[in-house]
C-alpha cells in the first residue's frame, strides 16, 4: 500500500470530495441545531459543556488548562476567554498548584458540576432528535466506526 501523503500532487477522487462536502455540511446543521436547542432552554454554549464535562470526568474534578485545550480541541486564547467567563458564573474556579504556586488548576464547582447535568438533559435529547431518530442502532454504530477511521491519526493507521 503506498503513503499518498507524500504526494504534493494527489487530488482526492469525485466521491471522497462529496463525502468532505456532505461530512462538513453535516457538522454545521447538527451543532447548530444542538446550540439552538441549548440556547432555548436558557443553557451556555455547547462549549461550556465540554470544558465541564472534562472537569466533572477529571480526578479530583480539576485539569490543567493545556489538559483541557487537549480533551476538547479548544484554542488556548478561546479556552482562556472562556474559563474567565465560566469562573464569574461560579461554573469553575482556578487554584495554583500545591507544589508551586506558578501553575494553576481549574477546578470544577458544584454549581459546575449541576450546570453539566442540566446541559446534558437538553444535550442529550438533542442528540436523540438530531442523530438518533435519522438513524437506527447499526447506521450510527456504522457511521461511527467510519469517523473513526478519520479520526485516526496517520501513525496510528499503521498498527
Known sequence: M??????ATAKPSPSATRAWI??????????????????????PPLGWYDVLLELVRAQNGKLRPYEIEERTLLAQHNLSRLIDRMEKDDLVRREAF?????????????????????MWSVYGAAIQTHLGEKL???????????????SRTPSSSHT
Open 98 to 118: 500545591a507544589e508551586d504556586g506558578r501553575g494553576r488548576w481549574v477546578t470544577v464547582t458544584e454549581t459546575g458540576r449541576a450546570m453539566q447535568s442540566r
Open 136 to 150: 437506527d442502532d447499526a447506521r450510527a454504530d456504522q457511521l461511527a466506526e467510519l469517523l473513526a477511521v478519520l
Open 2 to 7: 503506498s503513503d499518498r501523503s507524500t504526494d
Open 22 to 43: 456532505r461530512l462538513m455540511r453535516a457538522q454545521r446543521v447538527v451543532l447548530a441545531a444542538i446550540e439552538q436547542d441549548l440556547k432555548a432552554a436558557g443553557l
